[in-house]
């Protein structure tokens, strides 16, 4: 037990006149939203990696947070000192989930060996650790971009020793998150890019890249993990151009390989961003597509271009999501994972629940927003009445084959005017989002 945390009693929930900082405002676990409670509607996830890996460090200087479990050694002592302080913390928040990436929770490895047996000792750990905690796996990932050996790719490396190592590594995990009950497996290819198109095959890594994800499904598979796989799409960052971009890019990548039926997405508003899109944009396309799975909740900064993964505090973007979400049907096997930071200079105890508190009434109040606009049916009524001409007549047979262009071009002469233009109401719309951002 680290005591890092004990001079922090379990988060309760207070009501939104609480003036407590340690308290839930908004976050009433067992409150029913549309007939699910609000903790089976978000689904919230503590991750693993930002919160008690991270040190502090930057770029430009060394770590500031100094916890008691970062000690000089990155051995197996300090990897149950570490899961220890994890549990504690999971347990006095008492959020459903947690995620990790298999070296985050292990000691370090160098060979293969060392990797699975460094992992092994840790899993036994954490699956007594879950024994005694109401944390559950939300989903557990393999980290193939940290290690040197990652520099040139992942599963799209050139170097075809290096894909043995992810396949050890994607094995090995994928098997512990099975065991440990997890919902969900992600992959984010941080290194599955390139840097140069100079030095680069492009057409051979897309190969290697949709045969070892086929081979990632094949043997969830065999093992019979029956939770999902999930692609984490991102432009850049680490790698200049990241094969999985963003929704749409994985969804050709997932057509293109026959795996659109076998893998979702984990969607990522502040990679969304970085893509370009907005974090709504990127939800509704996984809707359209069928293929959304879960969300790592974080926000950028308007200011920089850069990853900052920050706790969700925008209240009108995150209801907007939320109501792309539920109007979608909501979490099945994904959920609400907090892939967010809290700043170098927020270094005590009392930053780490002041951000997942924060992080986690924002969503609630966002989802309560979400289901009164969705009950309202203001913003659905619109767009349905919108697209209510495809519902009949030649409208209907184009969509199902049945009409072609000869005959939509003759429908057209034989009416012979010019469709008027028809209001989108954009500002109208934007109102009601307004009036129910509350
Ligand atoms: C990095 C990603 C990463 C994934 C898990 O930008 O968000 O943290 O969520 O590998
Ligand atoms: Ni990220
Ligand atoms: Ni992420």
């Not at 207070?14 to 409150?31: H, I, Q, R, T, V």
């Not at 040197?148 to 512990?176: I, W």
């Not at 930071?341 to 629940?353: C, G, I, M, P, Y």
């Amino acid at each position: 037990m680290s005591g890092y945390f004990d001079h922090i009693d379990p988060i309760q929930y207070e009501g939104p006149e609480s003036d407590n900082p340690l308290a839930f405002k908004y976050y009433d676990a067992k409150k029913k939203i549309m007939g699910k409670s609000i903790e089976d509607h978000l689904r919230v996830a503590v991750c693993y990696w930002h919160n008690f890996c991270w040190d502090g460090f930057d770029i430009f200087g060394a770590g500031t947070f100094d916890r008691p479990w970062h000690g000089p050694l990155n051995d197996q002592l300090a990897a149950e000192a570490k899961l220890d302080a994890a549990f504690d913390f999971f347990d006095r928040l008492g959020q459903p989930f947690f995620c990790f990436h298999d070296t985050d929770v292990m000691a370090a490895a160098n060979t293969p060996k060392e990797h699975v047996e460094n992992f092994a000792a840790i899993v036994d750990k954490i699956e007594s650790k879950m024994a005694n905690s109401k944390t559950n796996l939300l989903w557990g990932t393999a980290n193939m971009f940290s290690h040197p050996r990652y520099m040139a790719g992942a599963s799209t490396n050139p170097n075809p020793d290096v894909v043995e190592f992810c396949a050890l590594q994607v094995k090995h995990c994928l098997e512990a998150t099975h065991r440990l009950g997890g919902a969900g497996y992600v992959l984010w290819g941080g290194r599955e890019g390139y840097d140069t198109i100079l030095n680069t095959n492009v057409g051979q890594e897309m190969e290697q890249l949709g045969r070892f994800v086929s081979m990632v499904v094949e043997h969830k598979h065999k093992i019979g993990f029956k939770g999902d796989i999930w692609i984490e799409p991102k432009p850049h960052e680490p790698t200049k151009h990241q094969y999985d971009r963003d929704v749409a890019t994985v969804y050709g990548f997932l057509k293109t390989y026959g795996l659109e039926k076998e893998v979702g997405v984990n969607i990522e508003p502040n990679h969304a961003t970085l893509a370009g899109h907005n974090f709504e944009h990127e939800v509704e396309m996984a809707n359209a597509f069928g293929i959304f799975g879960s969300i790592d909740f974080n926000r950028g900064d308007p200011q920089n271009g850069w990853d900052t993964d920050q706790f969700p505090n925008d209240l009108r973007e995150n209801t907007m999501a939320l109501y792309y979400i539920l109007k979608g049907g909501g979490f099945t096997n994904g959920g609400a994972n907090f892939d967010a930071k809290v700043r170098r200079q927020s270094n005590t105890a009392e930053d780490l629940f002041f951000a997942h508190i924060g992080g986690m009434d924002l969503l609630a109040r966002a989802l309560m927003n979400a289901a009164d606009l969705i009950e309202s049916e203001k913003l659905s009524e619109f767009v349905s009445r919108r697209y209510s001409g495809w519902k009949t007549g030649l409208a209907a047979k184009m969509l199902s084959g049945q009409t072609d262009l000869d005959s939509m071009a003759s429908a057209a002469l034989e009416k012979n005017v010019s469709p008027e233009p028809i209001s989108g109401r954009q500002e109208y719309l934007e109102n009601i989002v307004t009036q129910y951002t509350k």
